[in-house]
């Protein structure tokens, strides 16, 4: 079945810096990398998403890339807020939807 | 977005007994739902797959017979987890969506303590 790594597990930026966060999958069928937010005691959102026909997504301060070649697919944040601190997870799909350790982000007013 | 409501948020029940978990989307008609089991400061890990109609395909590792989940409508899914003893005390969550290549929306999880 599908497996997704994420790094780092944990990253700490300051604010106004940028923050980058990486996965891999191994299942070449997924079509499909949502990026989810999760703050404390809440439920994932999704904050963006991308399919596999497209290579790049921007949406405000976030991007998404993916590389099928490579299999892997990376969040991009600028601009980092306070707000911004959370976990954060990736995910690939098919008819499944598999999800990557999570990385914490603390962004430091 | 759309809503999904996983209900109960918290129970506790006495080992040996069952509990069953309900996740509805409110408004849109639920193709594919997903449960996960989420550790303390761990990442989701899906136990199933469940598609409206259809058996649902657990994970190896997880014993279908323990955690029983139907999906009987386009609407609605349940999680039961049976003969329940404490290590199955967790947080589960669900998630689910209309079509392929498509958002999941996730419920508000459920805590489950076994005593």
């Known amino acids: 079945g599908e497996n997704v790594e994420q790094h780092p597990s944990t990253l700490s930026v300051q604010e106004g810096d940028s923050a980058v966060i990486k996965c891999t999958y191994s299942?070449?069928?997924?079509?499909?990398f949502p990026w989810y937010k999760q703050e404390l005691g809440k439920r994932p959102q999704l904050i963006i998403d991308i399919r596999s026909n497209v290579g790049e997504k921007k949406d405000q301060r976030i991007a998404v890339t993916l590389n099928k070649t490579a299999k892997h697919f990376s969040l991009h944040i600028t601009e980092t807020q306070p707000e911004d601190s959370a976990v954060y997870f990736c995910a690939a799909s098919f008819n499944d939807m598999r999800f990557g350790a999570g990385t914490r982000l603390t962004v430091k007013p | 977005g759309a809503v999904v409501s996983q209900h109960p948020s918290r129970v506790i029940c006495k080992s040996g007994t069952s509990v069953k978990i309900e996740c509805r989307s409110l408004d849109f008609q639920a193709t594919t739902m997903f449960w996960y089991r989420q550790f303390p400061k761990q990442s989701l890990m899906l136990m199933a797959t469940?598609?409206?109609?259809?058996?649902?395909?657990?994970e190896q590792g997880v014993e279908k017979d323990k955690f029983l989940i139907n999906h009987a409508s386009l609407t609605l899914s349940t999680l039961t987890v049976t003969s329940a003893h404490p290590e199955d005390s967790s947080f589960y969550i669900c998630?689910?969506?209309?079509?392929?290549?498509?958002?999941?929306?996730f419920g508000q999880g459920t805590r489950l303590t076994v005593v």
């Open positions: 299942d070449s069928a997924s079509n499909y």
């Open positions: 998630s689910a969506r209309g079509g392929e290549i498509t958002e999941a929306f």
């Open positions: 469940s598609n409206e109609g259809s058996k649902a395909t657990y």
